[in-house]
């Protein structure tokens, strides 16, 4: 992970960038309506399959205690944090829960700057060249297009022929397993992965098969791009 200024979190326009790090696989899985007595389960067999970056929606029930309990367990390495995460207030919370990973719908600079004055991995949603600028701007360490069913692949694709190189970009929104393949060959690496891979009450054994099956799809697109 990038060196992370000295700056007091709320001095936050000189925090640096927290770069997004070097996963094996950037695959996101995102936990909407999970509840802490499933977190253990659920996320302990997502960690075991390969996956390591882990997302909590806080719309979904009590979901500092769901986040405490994944950033307890998960090794060194694994990203565990929160999605939908859009104040300061709630960037603050989620730094005194263990969480290192920060996702939103929407681009909220003053959110992005907090997250990084913790030292989070900051994941804005944009769906805009001014917004995915305007992310980049206030130091965001990854692009999200959101909803990227809604934007297809062309959509995407004409987009990041303006954006900087070195800032990865992922997708979520409409977005599964079947779709690996066609966003690999543009240069799409990440990918958040949401009702494809879970659904809230969804027995943890039914989840693992899911997220099995994602992983194989994402290793055959990637070896087949020739990442």
Do not use: C
């Amino acid at each position: 992970m990038s060196h992370i200024s000295s700056a007091a979190p709320d001095d936050a326009s000189l925090v640096a960038r927290v770069a997004w790090p070097t996963l094996r696989r950037s695959l996101v899985a995102i936990l909407r309506g999970l509840r802490p007595e499933e977190t253990e389960a659920v996320v302990g067999g997502l960690i075991e399959l390969g996956f390591e970056a882990i997302e909590i929606p806080l719309n979904s029930p009590e979901p500092f205690r769901s986040i405490e309990t994944a950033a307890k367990m998960a090794p060194a390495g694994v990203l565990i944090g929160a999605g939908t995460v859009l104040s300061t207030e709630a960037v603050d919370r989620l730094n005194d829960a263990g969480g290192r990973l920060l996702v939103s719908p929407n681009v909220n600079p003053a959110v992005i700057r907090r997250a990084a004055a913790h030292g989070m991995v900051t994941m804005p949603g944009v769906f805009t060249p001014t917004e995915a600028f305007t992310a980049i701007d206030a130091g965001a360490s990854a692009l999200k297009f959101f909803p990227a069913g809604v934007l297809g692949v062309s959509g995407i694709q004409a987009m990041m022929a303006v954006l900087p190189k070195d800032i990865p970009i992922g997708v979520v929104g409409g977005v599964s397993d079947k779709d690996f393949e066609a966003f690999a060959r543009i240069g799409v690496k990440a990918f958040g992965l949401g009702s494809s891979l879970y659904k809230a009450g969804m027995p943890a054994a039914e989840v693992v098969d899911r997220g099995r099956a994602a992983i194989a799809g994402y290793d055959a697109a990637f070896a087949g791009a020739g990442a």
